[in-house]
């Protein structure tokens, strides 16, 4: 008999990774039990035995990289399986390329079109072209052109919504295009970066100026990132769960967090070591856990 646990914070999910894990072992004729969690606080509470362990990473409160330095500390020796949304990234990305390919092969097409509307005097349907062709393309846009079309996709979903709530943004943030730093552990920064932008904004009264701007380069064998966002101007008495992840993937590639408060805004700084093959990413932890696709 295995015992699993599956925690994800969206019940959806919860059913369907239930659904999946009982139809692999099933097909495989093993018994299992399965117990369902809705935060990582509620899994840490759990007293009863559980061998694997299906962990979503994006969760509120205590996310699962988070529960699962917990549950290593608490002499946890199952399996532990992370779960991402990253594919989601990737096929949006994908969809968005194709469409520019796609809206670029026909530009000399509608450049025809506007041009015959112009020759006719139709002034008006050509304006209209030309408002349909900009509104298309603005869809088609990313608000940050990274190099890698995966976070590209992350990044405008977070700075989005930031838009959305009347926060400025601001993004001039260069990665390589490829490396041997995994798509994932960027996410891990990224996300928490933004997400800790975003609440440290919703904090800020309207009236003040709230905003976030995300810039980074590579320089040689490194790469440099930087996050600027309103901030309260409270002291910060210890580092939160984001900052941790942050930290945690820096260091895994031998790189440096730090953060700094200069008046009413909070500056995080980023620095990893572009490693030139996969042996040369340090291994921070001892589980060597596996990342599963949602």
Do not use: W
Request: hydrophobic fraction near 40%.
């Amino acid at each position: 008999m295995i015992h699993i646990a599956i925690c994800d914070d969206e019940k959806y999910m919860l059913d369907e990774i239930e659904n999946m894990v009982s139809k692999f072992f099933r097909n495989k004729k093993i018994e299992i039990t399965i117990l369902k969690f809705l935060s990582g606080r509620e899994l840490l509470e759990c007293k009863k035995t559980i061998d694997v362990v299906f962990l979503d990473i994006q969760m509120e409160e205590i996310d699962g990289m988070a529960t699962a330095k917990v549950l290593r500390n608490q002499n946890y020796r199952g399996f532990l399986i992370f779960i991402t949304i990253l594919h989601q990234y990737v096929d949006e990305a994908k969809d968005r390329y194709e469409k520019t390919t796609s809206f670029r092969h026909d530009i000399k097409n509608h450049i025809t079109v506007i041009k015959g509307l112009l020759e006719h005097n139709k002034m008006e349907q050509a304006l209209n072209y030309i408002y349909d062709m900009d509104n298309k393309s603005i869809e088609m846009s990313f608000l940050c052109h990274t190099n890698n079309p995966t976070l590209d996709i992350l990044i405008e979903n977070k700075l989005g919504i930031a838009k959305s709530e009347g926060i400025e943004v601001l993004c001039s943030l260069v990665l390589p295009s490829s490396c041997f730093i995994n798509d994932i552990d960027f996410c891990i920064i990224l996300s928490n970066v933004l997400d800790n932008s975003l609440h440290a904004c919703r904090k800020i009264p309207e009236n003040r100026k709230r905003y976030i701007e995300l810039s980074g380069y590579i320089q040689g064998d490194f790469i440099l990132m930087e996050i600027k966002n309103s901030f309260d101007g409270k002291k910060i008495s210890r580092i939160g769960i984001g900052l941790s992840n942050i930290k945690t993937v820096a260091e895994k590639y031998n790189g440096t967090m730090s953060y700094e408060i200069q008046d009413k805004t909070f500056v995080l700084s980023i620095l990893l070591v572009i490693p030139q093959q996969s042996k040369d990413i340090s291994q921070q932890t001892n589980e060597r856990p596996t990342i599963m696709n949602r």
